[in-house]
């Protein structure tokens, strides 16, 4: 007789007893197990966010560099009582709180992100938080009234994605050749920072009576180098006698070289009916929907 066979005429156990069947358990209920009287899970959903520079103009030092794009969390409550304390004079520092509370990757903070991918962020959070319609008071052109415009955030595109531009990531610099004087010019693009430091500058030196000159002072910090030349002196002195329209085209290149939001879309007056193309107003009250 074989072990196996042993096994096969064993006496049948009359204590044993069968498990009882347990339900089956809904997704929807982690953290109170089968007693949640919510039917609501309890983990936040997340989703991707395509960047409209796909990770390609930051440094290589960048946490962003080569990210096409980020993960954030849907908005909660926590979120909507940052956002009730949203006005005027605060809404750039709450809009930036909101972006580092959402991601979900805490490498990285909104300091980091160009403006352009900030931008697909706020819409995506917009979105998701109260919905694909986007209701704004302006002013229409047909029948001269404040009126409400319906936009859909399902709409929001990227344009401009330029495959010719020139950007060194190990340096963090973008090469350009101007209109006029034909030179080769690296700039680094201005930081967040960068900008509120020449607004501190331009009020230091306007309450002591200096003389300030914007233009000089933003090309001076976003010039890496002329023809290869560095020395912040020679760069100084050339742009004191530079053409106005090179100066222009170096405040404004990153315009039209950069992948950006597009948020233009038809949309109908609620007073007369007229139907005009218009880009989503981005203000301060983008996230109150009290106003």
Known sequence: MTRNSKKLNRKPNTNF???????EQNP???????????GLSFVVPTEMVNLPSEGKYYPASSPVHGKKAVEIRHMTAREEDLLSSIDETNSENVFERL??????????????FLEEDKMAILYNARKTGYG????AISYCDSCKDSTEFIFDLEKVSIKNQNETVNFDPESGCFTVKLPVTGLEVKLRRMSSNDIESLQTERQKKQGLGIDFNYTISYLARAIFSVNEVQEKKMLLNLLEILPAADAKFMMNYDKNLFPQIDTTQEVACTVCGTVAEREVPLSWAFFRTDV
Do not use: E, H
């Open 17 to 23: 007893k069968p498990p009882i069947p347990q339900p």
């Open 28 to 38: 929807n209920l982690q953290g109170f197990g089968a007693d949640n009287p919510f």
């Open 132 to 135: 694909k319609d986007y209701k």
């Open 99 to 112: 972006i580092d509370g959402l991601l979900v990757d805490k490498t990285i903070s909104s300091f980091d």
